[in-house]
């Protein structure tokens, strides 16, 4: 089963708000990732935060990682039109070499 | 320091051709990996490459392969191309893939390359 799925899947926010936006996983995991997608771009690397961490900053980005819950969060406070985006979460699955990507949450901040 | 770079970027072919993008990592990287993105499917992990050799292959058909030469550079090539084949193919690189694997580090994406088959 893939691991990670986000929760809202769609957001739509005025700026200057916060965004949040969750991910679940079903197994234990050593890292969670969070990535950014603009419509027809990459992937671009936000956060990655380890199974020992449970919160990490980066700018107006704050993830939060409940391992005993198997989840994640992703705030975005004071929102701009410029993170409008969709926002994938991301696992190590079982240590399987790979990362298994969640469905995303697409973002939409008005202007 | 330059992205990753996917060639070509946009891509048109008809069922049963073949097809061959090309991802260049970012100077340094060694670690590529290629996914596979749809709409219905989200983010599918494909494979990855490191030194040159296969270290690991995600659910796909055989009609999907890989190769990655001594400069890091990977090439990736789908065969007898189906209608469901249409889609973004993303390349990721890192700088080494760790015991854990990619998940261990950022992976740093290309903006794909959109392949769509008639």
């Known amino acids: 089963s893939q691991q990670g799925e986000e929760d809202p899947q769609a957001l739509s926010i005025q700026e200057g708000e916060n965004a949040t936006m969750n991910c679940s996983y079903k197994?234990?995991?050593?890292?969670l990732q969070w990535y950014r997608q603009n419509s027809g771009r990459g992937l671009v690397h936000l956060i990655l935060i380890r199974s020992n961490e449970r919160e990490k900053h980066s700018g107006r980005l704050r993830v939060t990682l409940d391992t005993s819950k198997k989840s994640s969060s992703l705030l975005i406070t004071a929102s701009r039109a410029a993170d409008t985006a969709s926002y994938f979460c991301?696992?190590?699955?079982?240590?399987?070499?790979?990362?298994?990507f969640g469905k995303g949450n697409q973002v939409v901040v008005i202007p | 320091k330059a992205g990753v770079t996917q060639t070509p970027r946009y891509l048109i072919k008809t069922r049963g051709q073949q097809v061959t993008l090309s991802c260049s990592p970012i100077s340094g990287h060694r670690s590529v990996s290629w996914y596979q993105q749809t709409p219905g499917q989200g983010l599918q992990f494909l494979f990855e490459y490191f030194s040159e050799t296969q270290r690991n292959k995600g659910n796909f058909p055989g009609r999907f392969s890989g190769r990655q030469f001594s400069n890091s550079r990977s090439e990736m090539n789908v065969s007898t191309l189906e209608l469901g084949d249409s889609a973004l193919y993303l390349c990721?690189?890192?700088?080494?893939?760790?015991?854990?694997?990619?998940?261990?580090?950022?992976?740093?994406f290309g903006d794909g390359t959109r392949l769509s088959i008639l």
């Open positions: 197994t234990s995991i050593n890292n």
């Open positions: 991301a696992t190590d699955a079982n240590g399987n070499n790979r990362l298994a």
């Open positions: 990721a690189s890192s700088l080494t893939p760790l015991l854990g694997g990619p998940g261990d580090q950022p992976q740093h």
